[in-house]
């Protein structure tokens, strides 16, 4: 059996949709320089539709709605739906999908008919209106997977789709691993010709599966033998976020502060370099990646008073390239005549100094934990930095640059391009290390070159990726911390009942330290043009307390206890429109959704759940098509690839921890509700749900 | 904001002994029972062990056992302690975080109170940092006192049956509409 795969121009059905639904509703007039963002509504979205397989699932009023009621606009030149597609019945949209049995797939053909047709005549069209990633960052898939996010762009999207709503019934466990840690599983698998590679958790194990032998044999494994002791500096679990590959080698980071090179043929250590000092309190966790033959790594440590930084590592040798601090002067910081960003509070004189207390910025945190993109066209690399230290924000009064922010750099000089400043003087450890999804897409009537990042802080920002500029910043939960995003200089407008005081709990603060969305990282389809961030629904109560800088050892000066957002489930799927600025549709999860997203050209989501189901559902609905349950909670970041036999496999490491699971990965006391840095209130029933795991899943079609 | 530890220090030591400094400063330290003899081999005679080859059994108690343990005065000065030392940063309120949780009653390396001073003094390697020479003796014992009051006294080797909760969700949910006002939430 063959293996189709489909580029996003080839699905007229699909992408007919997606033109259905954009443009009817233009960004409002708020964005750009102009003004300020008016607040959101303050009333919960009005649930709408059916309970679907899953419960507890929520759908918001989504792209098909607006698309409907735009249809009746008589300003719209395009043509009408096919009749019974969609109707308005007592003031409720009841959508095509929601339809029985062979109706829906007859309104479903005629669909496909109509849009075909309305194609014909406009050629061009679709693509100019649904989001893109640039194909210089997202080129044709080739079946593997090379690197966490897919592609520079991030989007984690497989153009495999053997997988589909209609075959997925039929998938089944083709082969498990054991990875003998029972840790937090976050890595993403990799596979490269025919070979797939894992990274455990502190030890660092890295492990060859040979894909082409019955049941994945191992064909190597590599022990770096990290130090010990750095299992006590990590903040949130020893959790790895995954390898990277590149020019045969196998390049990933250890907990004690090593990246090292591994030969992907047999296994033997190419190189590894030394960038981090246990006792100064770094560790790295992320994966790296690898941009025109660098390394790119940034530590971890923004609970222990580090000062952050990323690095870049030739990929031949592991020699030091440069290094870019992210606090401190100008020179440390790499910000030279080339840095232009765009809000006049990032302008001026080593600010990475002057915006601190006298030396706090040497603890001040700002570290790279998180998800690094890359546009080839532009030449530069997107990252966000971690929160300032200590979290007490009340011990370093200033806007602490450049911490909680985004940076563009040039990759071959590290030099900086832009900054802007997610979340100056960081009060709620909203760290700004979440994923960059590169997209252009219409912007105000015009085609833009954008990231789209779901925030700690609640807010998906849409922002120019050549200059910095927000365009727009939307809630995608209850959010009170802030009460919008001023575009006009780019900063929040805090809201000042949930500022953080010295002696005092503030309660019910939302979103979380751990945010909206922690790492835990979104895909976004080209075909559906929606984006599916995994997130949580916490809020929190916070009292900072007084905490002095002892090197090797936390630096956090706060107590903090979370629990369950509005609505009590703690977690959501969200598919988030970056066009029309609002979900399409939520699913609801009763614990935080910890895990990443695959996105597959079969128009299917995975994700996992903290209870251990591994589930697939539609991404134009959210509608629960399938779920296999795991032996442990999944933090892990599913992928796609296609096997040596054809097929389409889809592949999950299962195994609860990172900073969520932390209660039960680190036997942590259910009674003490601020151990975790706070997270145990909020999971304190974890332990009766799943046991501490390190497995390895893949599942695919049997054979035909 | 006049402490001088407000003040942060690129070199660790420094800002360690500053903390330390500050710290003693916070506990008066003349009651603090400094005379009392360590034993002949000090902590590093503590056994982390209940198996001694050819029978035996666990040496006798530091005398400062007798002296710390269970005292209210030791044991709230080692809480403010556990505090300003960055105890609370690892281990929380006792539960736990970066480090093992205190409350348990599950000891990896023995729960008695001289066990609990050698743990502190030598560090445990996986994680645990090497606090000797570091913190005054006197105050790791007032830590230790603290730490074992942590626990609750039943025996260590109690069985434990941890019923399976109903399928009703952990917490009371909050309401539907966020009680807090203000929230902003998803645009419609």
């Given amino acids: 059996m063959t293996l189709e795969t489909s580029r996003p121009t080839s699905t007229p059905c699909a992408d007919a949709r997606n033109w259905r639904t954009a443009k009817r509703d233009p960004l409002r007039p708020s964005g750009g320089e102009g003004g ?27 792209p098909e709605h607006m698309a409907a009621s735009a249809l009746k606009s008589p300003a719209s030149p395009r043509p009408s739906p096919p009749p019974g597609v969609e109707r308005e019945k007592e003031g409720r949209t009841l959508r095509w999908s929601q339809m029985a049995g062979t109706r829906a797939r007859a309104a479903a053909r005629l669909l496909c008919g109509a849009a075909v047709a309305a194609l014909a005549l406009v050629p061009g069209f679709v693509a100019a209106q649904t989001p893109q990633p640039p194909a210089s960052a997202a080129p044709a898939d080739d079946g593997q997977w090379t690197m966490p996010a897919k592609n520079y762009a991030s989007t984690r999207f497989s153009e495999l789709n053997q997988i589909n709503g209609t075959t997925i019934a039929k998938l089944r466990v083709e082969f498990t691993f054991d990875t003998g840690v029972n840790r937090g599983q976050e890595a993403a698998p990799l596979v490269v010709d025919n070979t797939m590679y894992i990274v455990t958790p502190y030890p660092n194990i890295l492990f060859a599966l040979d894909l082409t032998k019955p049941g994945a044999p191992m064909k190597w494994s590599y022990q770096p033998h990290p ?64 941009v025109k033959g660098k390394v790119l790594v940034g530590d971890s440590g923004g609970e222990m008073g580090v000062r952050g930084w990323i690095a870049a590592l030739d990929a031949k040798d592991g020699k030091l390239a440069w290094k870019a601090f992210h606090t401190g002067p100008d020179k440390d910081v790499l910000i030279g005549p080339d840095f232009k960003p765009f809000y006049d509070t990032d302008k001026g004189e080593d600010l990475g100094v002057k915006s601190w207390p006298p030396q706090a910025w040497m603890t001040g945190g700002g570290t790279v934990w998180g998800w690094i993109s890359y546009d080839p066209d532009l030449n530069l690399i997107y990252y966000g930095t971690g929160n300032p230290g200590p979290w007490n924000a009340e011990q370093r009064p200033g806007d602490n640059k450049w911490t ?82 001023d575009l006009k200089t780019g900063r929040p407008i805090i809201n000042p009942d949930k500022m953080t005081k010295l002696g005092q709990t503030v309660r019910d603060i939302c979103p ?16 559906t043009g929606l984006m599916y961030l995994p997130h ?54 009763d614990l935080p959704v910890w895990s990443g997203a695959l996105a597959t050209a079969g128009d299917l989501v995975f994700y996992g759940t903290m209870e251990g189901w591994f589930k697939a ?28 036999d054809g097929r389409e496999y889809i592949a999950i490491l299962s195994g609860v921890g990172g900073w969520a699971g932390a209660i039960v990965a680190g036997n942590l006391d259910p009674k003490d509700p601020t151990a975790a840095l706070g997270f145990v209130g909020a999971m304190s029933d974890l332990k009766q749900k799943t046991m501490p795991g390190g497995t390895l899943y893949v599942f695919a079609l049997p054979p035909t | ?19 330390a400094s500050a710290a003693t400063t916070l506990a008066a330290r003349a009651q603090a029972p400094s005379d009392l003899p360590l034993k002949e081999s000090g902590p590093l005679g503590v056994a982390v062990t209940t198996l001694f080859p050819g029978g035996g059994s666990p040496p006798p108690a530091d005398p400062h056992v007798k002296a710390y343990q269970g005292n209210p005065e030791y044991i709230n000065k080692g809480q403010q302690l556990f505090a300003w030392y960055n105890c609370s940063g690892c281990h929380s309120h006792g539960g736990g975080g970066m480090g093992p949780a205190l409350m348990d009653n599950q000891w990896r390396y023995g729960g008695r109170l001289d066990q ?73």
């Avoid at chain 1, 679907?52 to 989504?62: D, E, L, Q």
């Fill in chain 2, 116 to 188: 609990i001073y050698a743990s502190i003094v030598q560090g445990r390697p996986n994680g645990m940092p090497s606090w000797g020479g570091k913190i005054p003796d006197a105050e790791i014992w007032e830590i230790s006192a603290f730490v074992l009051s942590l626990s609750s006294p039943s025996p260590a080797n109690a069985g434990q049956t941890t019923p399976t909760p109903p399928p009703a969700p952990a917490a009371p949910p909050p309401p539907e509409k966020s009680e807090a006002p203000g929230v902003q939430t998803v645009p419609k």
């Fill in chain 1, 512 to 527: 979380t330290a751990s945010g909206q969305k922690d790492w835990e990282p979104s895909a976004y389809s080209p075909r």
């Fill in chain 1, 536 to 589: 949580a629904n916490l809020c929190m109560d916070w009292e900072n307390v007084e905490v002095n800088y002892i090197s090797g050892t936390p630096f956090v000066g706060a107590n903090v206890v979370m629990k369950a957002g509005p609505g009590g489930n703690r977690g959501f799927l969200t598919a988030w429109d970056p066009v029309k600025r609002k979900p399409a549709w939520q699913d609801k999860e």
């Fill in chain 1, 404 to 485: 909680s922010g985004l940076f563009a750099r040039d990759p071959d000089t590290g030099a900086a391009k832009w900054f802007y400043d997610t979340y100056p003087h960081d009060e709620h450890d909203y760290d700004g290390i979440n994923e960059s999804v590169l997209l252009d897409m219409p912007v105000n009537g015009e085609t833009r070159k954008v990231l789209v990042r779901p925030e700690r802080d609640g807010y998906v920002y849409v922002i120019d990726r050549a200059t910095g500029q927000v365009y727009s910043a939307d809630p995608f939960g209850p959010v009170n911390s802030t009460k919008g995003i």
């Fill in chain 1, 617 to 644: 559902v539609d991404a134009r609905t959210g509608e629960l098509k399938w779920q296999f349950k795991t032996g442990s909670g999944i933090i892990g970041q599913p992928i796609a690839y296609k096997g040596p």
């Fill in chain 2, 1 to 19: 904001m006049s402490s001088p530890c407000r003040r942060r220090n690129a070199i660790a030591a420094a800002a360690a002994l500053c903390a």
């Fill in chain 1, 36 to 62: 300020t963002q008016p607040a959101p509504s303050l009333t919960l979205p009005r649930l709408r539709g059916r309970e679907g397989v899953g419960a507890g699932r929520v759908r918001w009023a989504g």
């Fill in chain 1, 227 to 290: 130090e010990a002791a750095s299992q006590g500096v990590a903040c949130c679990d020893v959790v790895n976020r995954g390898a990277v590959f590149w020019d045969g080698k196998i390049i990933y980071n250890t907990l004690d502060g090593n990246t090292i090179a591994v030969d992907a043929e047999n296994g033997k250590e190419v190189w590894k370099t030394k960038l981090g000092d246990i006792n100064r309190g770094e560790t790295i966790t992320m994966a790296p990646l690898v």
